[in-house]
T-cell receptor
Framework: GQQVMQIPQYQHVQEGEDFTTYCNSS?????IQWYKQRPGGHPVFLIQ?????EVKKQKRLTFQFGEAKKNSSLHITATQTTDVGTYFC???????????FGPGTRLSVLP | ETGVTQTPRHLVMGMTNKKSLKCEQH?????MYWYKQSAKKPLELMFV???????ENNSVPSRFSPECPNSSHLFLHLHTLQPEDSALYLC?????????????FGNGTRLTVT
């Protein structure tokens, strides 16, 4: 079945440093979504990417969808303590039938 | 503030108890979901309802029983649970079931089975 993996599992950064998490799917995706879950909170939708090679930005966050639509990345520039949380990618298979979450990358930001 | 409300926020129950989790969405969405989130595990999809009809049941044990009386309400009835069922249970909704519809999650119910 479809599997979605994320690396790294954990990342500790100093405030102001950059951070990147990578998402890889075992199958081609029709689109990919990113979610953020703060400690003690629930996942919150951040963005959706649909097109091959698509790049979207939200302030300090840059999201990219791979050319083969099997991988994606989230890059945060100059992290802040408010960026702390777990970042999940989630992808739909090409038939729009299966929606699978990755295990998440937990980000810690040291002030 | 979330447009998806879950109650209770916390629940402690014994293995012989029967309890129910409630979810209500105020977003006018057509699809509702139950997810289980355990420590160190990916989010696990349990059930999906689309227009009140169950469209997915991911091999969930029968001690979990969903109910969807209308598109705005979703319940998860629990009975004879095991300690390994302790987890955060998240309800979510989306405009439609399918690619392109982001999920809106509730705050979850933290369940502890003793």
């Amino acid at each position: 079945g479809q599997q979605v993996m994320q690396i790294p599992q954990y990342q500790h950064v100093q405030e102001g440093e950059d951070f990147t998490t990578y998402c890889n799917s075992s199958t081609t995706l029709s689109n990919i979504q990113w979610y953020k879950q703060r400690p003690g909170g629930h996942p919150v939708f951040l963005i959706q990417l649909v097109k091959s090679g698509e790049v979207k930005k939200q302030k300090r966050l840059t999201f990219q969808f791979g050319e083969a639509k099997k991988n994606s990345s989230l890059h945060i520039t100059a992290t802040q303590t408010t960026d702390v949380g777990t970042y999940f990618c989630a992808g739909w298979d090409n038939y729009g039938q299966n929606f699978v979450f990755g295990p998440g990358t937990r980000l810690s930001v040291l002030p | 503030e979330t447009g998806v409300t879950q109650t209770p926020r916390h629940l402690v129950m014994g293995m012989t108890n029967k309890k129910s989790l409630k979810c209500e969405q105020h977003l006018g969405h057509n699809a509702m979901y139950w997810y289980k989130q355990s420590a160190k595990k990916p989010l696990e999809l349990m059930f999906v309802y689309n227009f009140k009809e169950q469209t997915e049941n991911n091999s969930v044990p029968s001690r979990f029983s969903p109910e969807c009386p209308n598109s705005s309400h979703l319940f998860l009835h629990l009975h004879t649970l095991q300690p390994e069922d302790s987890a955060l249970y998240l309800c979510a909704s989306s405009q439609d079931q399918g690619a392109g519809s982001p999920l809106h999650f509730g705050n979850g119910t933290r369940l502890t089975v003793t």
